[in-house]
């Protein structure tokens, strides 16, 4: 099924430690991106991308990088995780610009991260 | 300040009720759009609703429907004949449509609702 995939979908790790998420979509679209849920306080943006080879911060962006050197892959990487980062992390997409009425967003299943 | 406020943590319904989710938004974009997502135990998020802030009528798919009044800046959803596969949390969010934001999607806390025989 067409739509956005993302791996792990469970993980453990130790503080310190780093790791990657992978975000694929095969739906062509432009932009992307990466978002953490917590308890109570809705999801919120970490990163994201308009297009291949870009990116930019969005409201909590500290502890994370990204990269999208494939338009179809959005990677999210933590190089020394932290507790504070236990959370699930949702992928998304959009086909990006044009009329707000029909563009609308694309999420991944998720994948729940555990830091002890 | 918050972009999108959800004031309800928590609603409670009988089934076959009908209930409002309260949702109020701030932007001085005068093009945005406005979303609805259910997101159930399993943890997905499901799309259930959008509101164009040109949209000259409140939209509606099926069950669902959005109050939408602009000058309240509010989208309230509105689930008629509630049923208990309703039970699930519930986010509102919007994009606003231009600068340095576009394509940004900012949501409430969410609302958790609960469906009772």
């Known amino acids: 099924n067409a739509g956005v995939t993302q791996t792990p979908k469970f993980r453990v790790l130790k503080t310190g430690q780093s790791m990657t998420l992978l975000c694929a979509q095969d739906?062509?679209?432009?932009?992307m991106y990466w978002y953490r849920q917590d308890p109570g306080m809705g999801l919120r943006l970490i990163h994201y991308?308009?297009?291949?080879?870009?990116?930019a911060k969005g409201e909590v962006p500290d502890g994370y990088n990204v990269s999208r050197l494939k338009k179809q892959n959005f990677l999210l990487g933590l190089e020394s995780a932290a507790p504070s980062q236990t959370s699930v992390y949702f992928c998304a997409s959009s086909r990006g610009q044009g009329r707000t009425s029909i563009y609308g967003y694309t999420f991944g299943s998720g994948t729940r991260l555990t830091v002890v | 300040a918050q972009k999108i406020t959800q004031t309800q943590p928590g609603m409670f319904v009988q089934e076959k009720e009908a209930v409002t989710l309260d949702c109020t938004y701030d932007?001085?974009?005068?093009?945005?759009?406005l979303f609805w997502y259910k997101q159930p135990s399993s943890g997905e998020m499901i799309f259930l609703i959008y509101q164009g802030s040109y949209d000259q009528q409140n939209a509606t798919e099926g069950r669902y429907s959005l109050n939408f009044q602009k000058a309240r800046k509010s989208a309230n959803l509105v689930i008629s004949a509630s049923q208990l596969g309703d039970s699930a949390m519930y986010f509102c969010?919007?994009?606003?449509?231009?600068?340095?934001?576009?394509?940004?999607?900012?949501f409430g806390r969410g609302t958790q609702l609960t469906v009772w025989p």
């Open positions: 969010a919007m994009r606003e449509g231009r600068g340095s934001t576009l394509g940004r999607l900012y």
């Open positions: 739906m062509n679209h432009e932009y």
């Open positions: 932007t001085s974009d005068p093009s945005y759009g």
């Open positions: 991308s308009v297009g291949e080879g870009t990116t």
